[in-house]
């Protein structure tokens, strides 16, 4: 059971609602609780604080539709795994339970997992994750996910900053790169063999 800390929520990592809930509640019942309340999206911190995620604006909708079209066609082409929007929340070794913008997995661990695990948060880190930044984003928070996905398993993964016209690069190696050229292409490097994003298209 994971103790879910002040009976509250956080909104935007800094404003936090109150709850009556019971002290504990483990796998089942915050997925039965997402379920309930699927017109929200929510996140869960390796210490149990349930976090509010807000809705999208247009540009970056738009800019997201961007990046998972390109990996599902990708994918597609490849066969060699699972891509996954942002609806999709994963349950991370560290206990969080996290929904990056894009997400892809290689086809041996997800079939590795069982049909009830696939078919609820998935109980494992994504092979690569994206985190699209808004204008309400907080850097240093979004760095700190970054961080978090790749202590718990993540290979590869980008955080994209358009606004700020930034890309930085988190490797499994624990290097990170930033790019500050938005007419590069980003690489899937090992990861995902041969794919490609070209950032103008944001």
Known sequence: ??????????????????????DTMDDAAFYAFCGRNH??????????????????????????????????????????????????AFKLPNGATRSPDAAWIGNERWNSLTEQEQERFPPIAPDFVVELMSASDQLRKAQEKMQEYIENGV???????PDGQSVFIYRADGTISKTTDFTQKLSGENVLPNFEFLLSLL
């Open 1 to 22: 059971m994971t103790a879910l800390l002040e009976k509250s929520f956080v909104v935007n990592d800094t404003q936090t609602i109150a709850l009556d809930f019971a």
């Open 39 to 88: 017109h929200l999206r929510f996140e869960r911190n390796a210490n149990g604080i349930i976090v509010i995620m807000p809705n999208t604006g247009g540009k970056t909708g738009k800019r997201n539709s961007e990046i998972n079209f390109e990996l599902v066609l990708w994918n597609r082409q490849n066969q060699l795994g699972v891509v996954f929007d942002s609806s999709t």
């Open 155 to 161: 290979q590869l993964a980008w955080l994209i900053n």
